[in-house]
């Protein structure tokens, strides 16, 4: 009983650390292009 718990909370655990570091790393590096891709049409526009 106890061996099963504690499997099912290893893989959750490892899984969500896992997830949560490339989930954090991928926006900062899509945010930055994002904004000037973003910051760039607005400006032709505007000219």
Same mark, same amino acid.
């Given at each position: 009983?106890?061996?099963? $718990?504690?499997?099912?909370?290893? =893989? ?7 997830? *949560? ?5 991928? $926006?900062?590096?899509?945010?930055? =292009? ?7 049409? *607005? ?5």
């Amino acid at each position: 009983m106890p061996h099963r $718990p504690r499997r099912r909370l290893c =893989p959750v655990s490892n899984s969500s650390m896992i997830f *949560p570091l490339p989930r954090m790393t991928s $926006p900062p590096k899509v945010e930055e =292009p994002a904004n000037v891709l973003i910051d760039q049409p *607005p400006e032709k526009l505007r000219n």
